[in-house]
């Protein structure tokens, strides 16, 4: 069923035009996306922006030229050493989401980057609260702390490969391919996820690379509560660049 539909998503994909003058973007052509009520949105264009995100770990978090930039010190990759970094977007998102951002890398075949979804602490508490453990960017807080929920490794450097994880606990439920780093271009990337109860899809520039059904019972519960959502990089990216963040919520008519 899974790799039927994608293959249809991509069918359609590939036939569209979009309305904004990206060929390839998805948005264009996912049903049951409500476009006209974003939960969140933005075109970076503001340092004001920077209220909405919090920064956990890393050296800085700043907007330059319309851009997020997100800065380490640029040296380690072992994820238990180094500068890595954690920028919490601070409005909680639906339990079913499309999120969509533009993404590069300063080298594309150097580096990691995770986004995390669908996340909170493991009784619930909202991802700020106090009674939460302080997080500075170790991996291993993230993963096997006290947080519940998904992240997505969709760009990971020379590794040319992207990993959905369900934690807490670092469970592997699905690997897909890497769009990102296999590109040699200096362009940005479209980078989508969507979320409906326990499928979860991702996306580059328009094109499907991950699909998984979360059945609820091989790696615990599916995560279906309202969430946040995380930017991550590993140190050593040193820095990345993301552009035209938005999460929309889905409706009824979502496909399975």
């Known amino acids: 069923m899974g790799m039927l539909k994608i293959l249809i998503a991509a069918a359609i994909i ?5 309305a904004h ?14 476009w006209e009520n974003p939960v969140y949105a933005t075109e970076f264009d503001s340092s004001n922006t920077l209220q909405d995100w919090s920064l956990e770990g890393g050296q800085s978090m700043l907007i330059e030229e319309g851009k997020l930039v997100l800065k380490s010190v640029g040296k380690n990759t072992k994820p238990a050493k180094g500068n890595h970094l954690v920028a919490w977007l601070k409005k909680p998102i639906p339990e079913d989401f499309y999120l969509e951002f533009d993404f590069k890398p300063k080298n594309k075949q150097q580096g990691l980057a995770i986004v995390f979804f669908s996340t909170r602490g493991i009784h619930g508490e909202a991802i700020d609260d106090p009674q939460l453990a302080t997080r500075d960017g170790t991996f291993k807080q993230y993963h096997s702390g006290d947080l519940n929920g998904y992240h997505l490794s969709y760009w990971s450097g020379d590794r040319h490969a992207s990993n959905l994880r369900k934690n807490k606990g670092f469970a592997l439920l699905g ?40 059945d609820g019972t091989s790696n615990g519960p599916i995560w279906n509560h309202e969430g946040w959502i995380g930017l991550r990089q590993m140190d050593h990216t040193h820095w990345a660049q993301y552009e035209r963040l938005s999460v929309y919520p889905l409706n009824e008519s979502a496909p399975e």
């Open 14 to 18: 590939m036939a569209g035009t979009a």
């Open 175 to 214: 690997s897909g391919s890497d769009p990102i780093s296999n590109d040699q271009t200096d362009n940005f990337h479209r980078v989508g996820i969507y979320k409906k109860s326990g499928i979860i899809r991702y996306y580059v520039d328009g094109q499907p690379a991950l699909e998984h059904i979360d």
């Open 21 to 34: 003058g990206q060929a390839t973007s998805p948005s264009n052509h996912l049903e049951g996306i409500d």
